[in-house]
């Protein structure tokens, strides 16, 4: 799944079409966070949304699955009718999953079909809405935002500053590229939990000193 099937990056050309809608969705299936319904994953939305489930009853997770296990659980006719090959695996899920998380994002509008109508995707609509609204439109301007700034940089200017990551690994926010990345990042910078141990490192020495004194 770590393959690149469709190429490389061109620098200054913002991938079109089929790629690009690729890319929206290798980069929505990671999810962000757990405090806004937009930064779910896009996957883990739609096999909610779907219903899908493990035999025990669990949520069927198409990000942690093992792709060999037997499907046990439902079969929306909005997944069964996107392929006619055999679906009898958790693998044969997640192709279904991303097939239909494909043809969400290239149309971008609610898909039609039973069990997917727009009122039964109340998880899926809002990173649907994220990707119309901020992630397409970065990606978009990536191409044009490289090619201004190499010549910025020969031309001896400031070229604005932004983080560094993969977009693919979770870091949607490193877009548009072209951009002068920063290997640290100050908003990350310390961790909540270094936080605390540095507070209580230095609440401890400042004890010390005064038993000392």
Not at 25 to 45: F, G, M, N, T
Request: proline share 10%; with cysteine; glycine share 8%.
């Amino acid at each position: 799944e770590m393959q690149i099937r469709d190429g490389l990056h061109v620098f200054g050309r913002t991938p079109l079409a089929a790629q690009r809608d690729e890319l929206l969705v290798s980069i929505a299936c990671l999810p962000r966070s757990e405090l806004k319904p937009q930064d779910a994953s896009l996957h883990r939305a739609l096999a909610r949304d779907l219903g899908l489930t493990n035999p025990d009853g669990t949520e069927f997770d198409p990000l942690t699955r093992d792709l060999a296990v037997p499907y046990a659980g439902p079969r929306p006719t909005v997944l069964a009718e996107l392929s006619d090959r055999p679906w009898r695996t958790h693998g044969d899920t997640v192709e279904r999953v991303e097939a239909l998380a494909l043809r969400l994002v290239s149309a971008l509008s609610p898909v039609r079909g039973e069990g997917a109508q727009p009122q039964s995707l109340p998880h899926t609509q809002p990173v649907l809405d994220w990707i119309a609204t901020s992630l397409r439109p970065a990606i978009e301007a990536s191409g044009d935002a490289e090619r201004d700034a190499l010549l910025r940089g020969l031309d001896g200017r400031f070229i604005r500053p932004g983080p560094s990551g993969a977009p693919t690994r979770g870091r949607p926010d490193v877009l548009p590229t072209g951009r002068n990345f920063f290997a640290v990042d100050v908003r990350a910078v310390p961790t909540p939990s270094a936080w605390r141990i540095g507070q209580l490192a230095a609440e401890r020495l400042i004890e010390s000193y005064w038993q000392e004194a």
